[in-house]
Structure formats: C-alpha cells, structure tokens
C-alpha cells in the first residue's frame, strides 16, 4: 500500500480538497452495502462522527474485504470526494484497503446497544463506543477548562504530594501506605504496629485532600490551584462516589466565604461555557442518546445566578416541607448531616437552581473551617447541583491559631504531625478561602451521565480494581 500521510477523520470531515488522495486509518463501525458496493463507517476517535468509505467490491480482493468487520482497524487510501449520501459533505471513494488488526466475531462490542453495565465489565473496550468517545472528549477538554480559567485568572497550579502523613478531612478514610512485610507485623507493648522502619519512618497514606498543602503555597504565592488524584476508602456504594477521584483545589489569600462563593460559581460556569461551546457534537450526541435535558440543563445554569443560602434555613425549608406532607427518608433536624435526598430537594424541587449552602454546625464540618461568632457554626460552603448533589465543598479557612489549635484539640487530631500546617497561623498569618470540586461531579453534570463510574475510564470502588 501507497505511504500517504494520515488524515484524522475530524480533519477529512472539513476539507473540501475534492479529489485529493488521503489516508485515513480508524476502526471499523459498521459495513453494509451491495455485492457491488459497500459503504463503510469509519471512526479515528479525533470526533464522535465518522467518515464514510465507498468500497466497489470488484476493485478489491476478497480475503481482504471480508475481514473489514466491526471492530476491525483499518488503513484506506482513497478519493475525497463530495458526498451524495445524506448526513455528511464528504466521503472516501476507496483505492487502497489494508486491514491492520482483523476482528473477529467473538469481539464483545458488536453493533447493538450494551447495558452500562456490560460495558463497565469490558471498561478496556468500552472506550470504542460513540458514547464513551464522547464522555472522554469531554473530560480531556474540562480538564483544559480548568487549567485555563485558573491561568487567565492568575493562579498558579501547585502539586501537593500523594503521599501523606496526614488526614486533611479527618475522617480516617484513607488507604495506607507501606513498603512493611503484611505477614510479619511486629507491635509493641501497647498493641501499636511501629512505624519507624517503615519506608517514610511513621505511619503514611495515600492523600484525601491536596488542601492543607495548597495552603502552604496560597499564603506564599496568593493563588494556587491543586489538579489531582485523591483517594477515599470510604464503603460507599453509590452512582456518586469514587474510591479514587480527581479534585480540584483552589486556594486564595485574602478571600473570605463571598469571595470565595463567587469563585466557584463563576468556574463553574467558566467550565460549562467551555463545554458548550468546544463540545458540540458529542454534548448534541449525549443529548440525543443519553439525557434529553441535557443542554437545556446546561444553559439553565449558566444563565441563573446560584441559590446562596445559609443551612439554618435550609434546614428550615426541609421541616417546612415535612409540615405540608413532603416525606424523608432520613431525619431532618438542625446540626444533622445533610442526606442526598435533602440537597436534591433544596436544589430540584423547592429552588429549582444550583444552590451554596453555607454557615453550617462545625461539628459535621472538618477542623480548619472558621468559626462563626455564634460558636456553633463554621464558614463552610456546599455547592449543590441538580442530579448530583454536592460538586463542591470549601471554607474560609481558621486563621487564628489559638482557634485553630482548640479545635484540633476538641477534635483530638495528633498535633505533632500538625507542626508544619501550624507554622502558617505562627508566622504571617492572613484570611484565605478556598473549595475542592470533584472533577466527576463536574464530568457528570457535563456529559448528563448518570454513573461517576461511567466518567472516569478506569473506576475504582469497593471490590473493583480491574484494569
Ligand atoms: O467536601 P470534600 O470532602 O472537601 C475536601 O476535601 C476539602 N479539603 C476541599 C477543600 O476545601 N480544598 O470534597 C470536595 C469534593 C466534594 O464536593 C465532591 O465533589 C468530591 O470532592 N468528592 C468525591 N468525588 C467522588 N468520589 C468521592 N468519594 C468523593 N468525595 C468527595
Ligand atoms: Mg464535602
């Protein structure tokens, strides 16, 4: 076969250099056609629509079409020419075919449509699919998304380190980390493993949360932004939750909760614009096949201002609610832990917008958040979002040291790991906000998927590993 240089099918698809030989090489969606000609779709991966190739089959070498099945990866050289068929300007009129990887019939992914299940269990495949193409489009261009916003607006991205010897949320959620013989373990008189030849020489983890470091790096370089993997071991069952995720954390001196209230509503907004406008043909894809709502959902936020409302009254409007009948399944009452059916009530049913609840009791809120004056509540802030309930979580930070140290007493947090984070209130002290966003959140809401592990390619929960 003739050496040509290779077209990405996104490219072929808006060239109008009719009569020009290219190269296009993708795999195989479908073949149907006549004895006399065949039409093939052909996808790359470079956009959700494939091109179509015009095979006249007495041209070419039976073996050779035979195996042009579904799946299959294929080389063609052929003639752009203008294109009669409807759906498309352009097609290949067909010279040259080289099957590069045959596919059998015993390929997992024929034509018909899968359950997301299925597809979950051959996550190694499923990325062929228009839908799962589409999903990953989307997400790699979030992730530019993020990246831009946070640049054009003067933060600098900062990595905090994976491995940690500290539990940011304190919820004792975390994978340990270790290099010590499992089958050998010694422990001391007090039943405690010793840590002290261990690879890091104390007790490590993999990290919940790129915050406290971010905060090193905010009160020194003004604005930072963490873009990372982040792991819980929380048991949770559920379409919302990953036992290794993405975050994103940004971190400002000199912000207080408004402030910092403005900046999630207005990245967010940044990243749904983004999506809208670079996203087309796979959000009008997800739009047709997966969530009909989809873009009328994505429009609606970016033209609504957030719901910013302190949890008092939210939980207020639930008791309310309750009163006139509304039924929960969980219990309502002040210094409770919101349930998913209460956010989705405040957000779907009664505002029927995004909505930043904030101000909430400290006791359901982590150590570093700042004490209101009543003592009793924190300025914490919750970003909850239709169909997927808390997208962010964020503060004010405690800048006062002595505060801060009660708290991590009251809370009994080991203060001899804390010395570094301490340092900051020490010395140079100063206001600073910031809010970690769960990148799949975000990807759900996007892509109107309804499974977080149906937005990440490799999910990872409770008894899953594969891949
Ligand atoms: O509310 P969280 O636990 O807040 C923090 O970790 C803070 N340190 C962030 C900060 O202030 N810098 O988590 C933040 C967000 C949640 O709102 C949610 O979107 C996402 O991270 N998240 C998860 N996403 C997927 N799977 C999980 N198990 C998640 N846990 C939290
Ligand atoms: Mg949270």
């Known amino acids: 076969m003739e050496k040509i240089s290779r077209t990405k099918v996104i490219d072929v698809l808006k060239s109008t250099a009719y009569g020009s030989i290219v190269n296009v090489k993708g795999w195989v969606r479908t073949r149907r056609g006549s004895k006399v000609v065949n039409f093939i779709a052909l ?41 009669q068929g409807k759906g498309q300007t352009v097609e290949i009129q067909c010279r040259e075919i080289e099957v590069l990887g045959p596919c059998g019939a015993d390929y997992p992914l024929q034509k018909k449509g899968h359950s997301m299940e299925f597809l979950r ?38 990595n905090t380190p994976l ?45 919940v949360s790129g915050q406290l470091e971010g905060e090193l790096g905010a009160t020194a370089l003004g ?23 993405w975050m994103i954390e940004p971190e400002v001196a000199f912000n207080d909760i408004t402030d910092n209230m403005d900046l999630a509503e207005d990245f ?24 009909k709502t989809l873009l009328d959902r994505l429009h609606f936020v970016l033209e609504h201002d957030f719901v910013r409302l302190p949890y008092t ?49 400290k006791e359901i809120k982590a150590f570093y958040m700042k004490m209101n004056e009543d003592g009793k509540t924190v300025r914490a802030m ?37 010395w570094w984070y301490l340092d900051t209130r020490k010395w140079g002290s100063c206001p600073h906000s910031g809010f970690g966003l769960g990148f799949e959140r975000l990807i759900l809401f996007v892509t109107g998927m309804q ?5 990440i390619p490799f999910p990872r929960t409770p008894n899953t590993a594969e891949f």
């Open 43 to 83: 996808n790359d991966g470079s956009t959700i629509k494939n091109v179509q190739i015009v095979v006249e089959i007495d041209k070419f070498d039976e073996d050779i079409i035979k195996d042009v099945t579904t799946g299959a990866c294929i080389s063609i050289n052929g003639e752009l020419v203008q294109s």
């Open 121 to 158: 269990e051959h996550a190694n495949l499923r990325l062929r699919t228009n839908t799962f193409g589409a999903v990953f489009r989307i997400r790699h261009n979030m992730a530019m998304a993020v990246h831009s916003y946070f640049h054009e607006h003067g933060f600098f991205y900062f």
């Open 163 to 207: 491995i940690t010897a500290s539990d940011c949320e304190g919820a004792g959620q975390m994978f340990q980390v270790t290099t010590k013989n499992l089958y050998d373990l010694k422990k001391d008189a007090d039943g405690k493993i010793d840590y002290s030849d261990d690879f890091f020489g104390k007790m490590t983890s993999l990290t």
């Open 223 to 245: 604005a930072i932004y963490t873009f990372g993997p982040t792991f819980r071991a929380e048991n949770s069952n559920t379409p919302r939750h990953l036992a290794e995720f």
């Open 268 to 291: 967010i907004k940044y990243c749904v614009k983004w999506a809208i406008e670079k996203c087309q043909d796979d959000l009008e894809f997800l739009n047709n096949m997966i969530d």
């Open 313 to 361: 009254e939210g939980i207020n409007i639930l008791e309310d609610a309750i009163k006139k009948g509304h039924k929960f399944e969980f219990p309502v009452y002040w210094g409770v832990d919101l349930a998913s059916e209460h956010e989705r009530f405040l957000v779907e049913e009664h505002f029927k917008r995004p909505v930043i609840l904030t101000d909430y009791p």
């Open 382 to 418: 919750d970003v909850l979002f239709p169909q997927i309930g808390e997208i962010i979580g964020g503060s004010e930070r405690e800048e006062n040291y002595d505060k801060l140290i009660g708290r991590i007493k009251e809370l009994n947090i080991p203060m001899k790991d804390m």
């Open 451 to 455: 499974n977080i592990r149906d937005v």
